[in-house]
């Protein structure tokens, strides 16, 4: 799951706070260079109070110095420190790897009431698949010495390989391609994640810069369903209360189905006349780790307002879930109760997030602006958003009309005669 938005171009920091707060947290940088298969790890501070200047504390300042630092490697020029071949931490099998990895980067953090996830870098959610992940691949049996197999997690970091990796890759392929690329997407991260941390010297996915291992991104297919026909109206003519109530939000602010789930009464924002006006998603409940605040619409209010008490007609308390129970107990899913709804209504191949690229959809065809529509769904940039919704047949169809009306026009422009002037001569006295 490496992502190279996130690689910071060779930047880092070895603190424990998230990346996204780096730019003004007040820990020391760091950083990364390979040149000619070597590897050389770089203190910033250290380099620049050997050259007698002021530590880096912005990262504007850091990538200055990592492209002196680059320029002086290149040339040779670079006494301050030698390259250093990253070393292999001998002793450690691929199941302390795997362990230090939940620990380090995902968050586990184990108590003596069950586990827990620091969310620094993964939300839960994420953060358990990885391990379900990890637990899968640890299981595979990879080829030994002698013609004998070994379980991966007691094989020694020092000795995996390529092999090792399409081992892995085969075992998984006939469970289903998606799933053995989420898996294998996995594995790629852990193992670029331990190069970055020296445990070994370079990842098995590849080598000198190629890659020897690929996913298939053909079975990475894109979902384009959209509600057809009255199929809105059938889902809420047969759903629940509960359920009804979500699908109305979900077409009208595109929010997920977990954001929705998790919504407290405290996250509303009313207007003076105490109608609520926003919902304000928090960092720690969107997938971007990121505020959120979106406008809510006349529908969405009508149902707020039909759930702001509890059985007895109090109002709810600010802490309780706007769609959990009837006493504002959160509710963890609604799999059942939509997989329910569909089956009564006849409606095949619908998922709960085909809401959200429905309300995408009709907010782009509505002609509101590619980046107004990334605001509304959350996502961290607009590339995002445009492979998340392309173009729908409506817009299409509406374009093809905007041509055809203006090559009209062109047309009648054309055929229209010329205005002639008649000048009428004065007789002079």
Same mark, same amino acid.
């Given at each position: 799951?490496?992502?190279t938005?996130h690689?910071?171009g ?5 603190c424990a ?12 940088w760091f ?7 070597? @590897?050389y ?9 050997a ?18 630092i ?11 420190l030698?390259p ?24 586990k ?5 069950g586990t827990?996830?620091s969310?620094?870098?993964?939300r839960p ?5 990885a ?6 691949i ?5 080829p030994?010495?002698?013609?004998q *197999?070994?379980?991966l ?10 092999v090792d990796v399409?081992?892995v ?14 898996t294998?997407?996995?594995?790629r991260?852990?193992c670029?994640w ?10 098995p ?13 053909h079975?990475?297919?894109e ?6 026909g ?7 003519q047969?759903?629940s ?10 077409? #009208? ?8 789930l998790?919504l ?16 304000v998603?928090?960092?720690t409940k969107?997938? *971007?780790?990121q505020?959120?605040?979106i406008?809510?619409?006349s529908?969405?209010?009508a ?9 007895k007609g109090?109002p ?11 006493v504002g107990?959160?509710?963890? #899913? ?6 329910n709804?569909c ?6 191949d ?11 959809c009709?907010?782009?065809?509505s002609?509101?602006d590619?980046h107004?529509v990334?605001?509304f ?5 607009v *590339?995002?958003t #445009? ?6 047949? @409506?817009r299409?169809v509406?374009a093809?009309?905007?041509m055809?009306? #203006?090559a009209?026009?062109?047309?009648e ?6 205005r002639?002037?008649t ?7």
């Amino acid at each position: 799951m490496s992502n190279t938005r996130h690689q910071n171009g060779g930047l880092k920091k070895r603190c424990a706070c998230p990346r996204r707060e780096w730019y003004r947290c007040p820990h020391a940088w760091f950083a990364q260079v390979s040149h000619l298969g070597r @590897v050389y790890r770089v203190s910033l501070s250290r380099f620049a109070e050997a050259h007698g200047e002021a530590i880096p504390a912005t990262k504007a300042e850091a990538k200055n110095l990592l492209t002196r630092i680059r320029v002086e490697i290149q040339t040779g020029k670079f006494p301050i420190l030698r390259p250093v071949v990253q070393s292999v931490m001998t002793g450690l099998t691929f199941g302390d790897l795997c362990d230090r990895y939940l620990v380090e980067y995902v968050g586990k953090i184990s108590t003596d009431h069950g586990t827990r996830w620091s969310e620094q870098h993964l939300r839960p959610r994420t953060a358990e698949q990885a391990e379900h992940h990890l637990n899968i691949i640890r299981q595979v049996a990879v080829p030994a010495a002698h013609g004998q *197999t070994i379980r991966l997690e007691s094989k020694p970091i020092a000795d995996l390989s390529t092999v090792d990796v399409r081992t892995v890759q085969s075992v998984r392929r006939p469970k289903g391609a998606v799933g053995c690329n989420r898996t294998m997407a996995r594995l790629r991260h852990l193992c670029n994640w331990a190069v970055g941390e020296g445990m070994i010297d370079r990842s098995p996915f590849q080598r000198n810069g190629v890659t020897l291992v690929k996913l298939d991104t053909h079975a990475e297919t894109e979902r384009t369903r959209r509600l057809e026909g009255d199929e809105e109206r059938r889902l809420l003519q047969h759903a629940s209360p509960h359920l009804r109530a979500l699908i109305v939000a979900a077409l #009208s602010t595109g929010c997920r189905r977990g954001e929705l789930l998790s919504l407290q009464w405290k996250q509303l924002r009313r207007n003076d006349k105490g109608d609520v006006e926003y919902l304000v998603l928090p960092a720690t409940k969107t997938k *971007t780790h990121q505020n959120r605040v979106i406008p809510v619409s006349s529908d969405v209010r009508a149902v707020l307002e039909m759930r702001r008490t509890d059985p007895k007609g109090n109002p709810c308390p600010p802490d309780a879930f706007v769609f959990g129970n009837e006493v504002g107990e959160r509710i963890e #899913s609604v799999k059942t109760a939509w997989r329910n709804t569909c089956r009564r209504t006849g409606i095949s191949d619908l998922h709960f997030h085909d809401l959200r690229r429905e309300f995408a959809c009709r907010l782009l065809e509505s002609k509101a602006d590619l980046h107004d529509v990334r605001e509304f769904l959350g996502h961290a940039n607009v *590339t995002t958003t #445009s492979r998340y919704l392309r173009s729908t047949p @409506v817009r299409l169809v509406e374009a093809l009309e905007r041509m055809g009306a #203006s090559a009209k026009r062109s047309e009648e422009a054309t055929d229209q005669p010329a205005r002639t002037t008649t000048i009428v001569a004065t007789p002079t006295r």
